[in-house]
């Protein structure tokens, strides 16, 4: 079993930053791609940004030159680097991990970018 748990979400102003964690635990024997989605109210999970392993990093457009994806896999852990936020980035942010075939996600954490 794998287990992803978060962190580093909250609430900032528009124009600021923020960044998010994801440490995967359990019995892994090796993580494929790492990455990160987002659900607000009344929308579907959307696939805000993924990494794979040894592989270069994937972006939605609404996010592309704002946050930066990256990860430890010495630590399995993932980041996401998020600046310029904009009110549009307010949501709950999932973390998911491509284990030996199986997807796995975390609890989510609330990003709210608000004035």
């Known amino acids: 079993q794998v287990r992803l748990v978060e962190s580093g979400g909250g609430l900032v102003q528009p124009g600021g930053s923020l960044r998010l964690s994801c440490a995967a635990s359990g019995t892994i024997f090796g993580i494929n791609n790492m990455g990160w989605y987002r659900q607000a109210p009344g929308k579907q999970r959307e696939l805000v940004a993924r990494i794979p392993r040894g592989g270069s990093p994937i972006y939605a457009d609404s996010v592309k030159g704002r946050f930066t994806v990256s990860r430890d896999n010495a630590k399995n852990t993932v980041y996401l680097q998020m600046k310029s936020l904009k009110p549009e980035d307010t949501a709950v942010y999932y973390c998911?991990?491509?284990?030996?075939?199986?997807?796995?996600w975390g609890q989510g954490t609330q990003v709210t970018v608000s004035s």
């Open positions: 998911n991990a491509d284990v030996t075939g199986s997807s796995y």
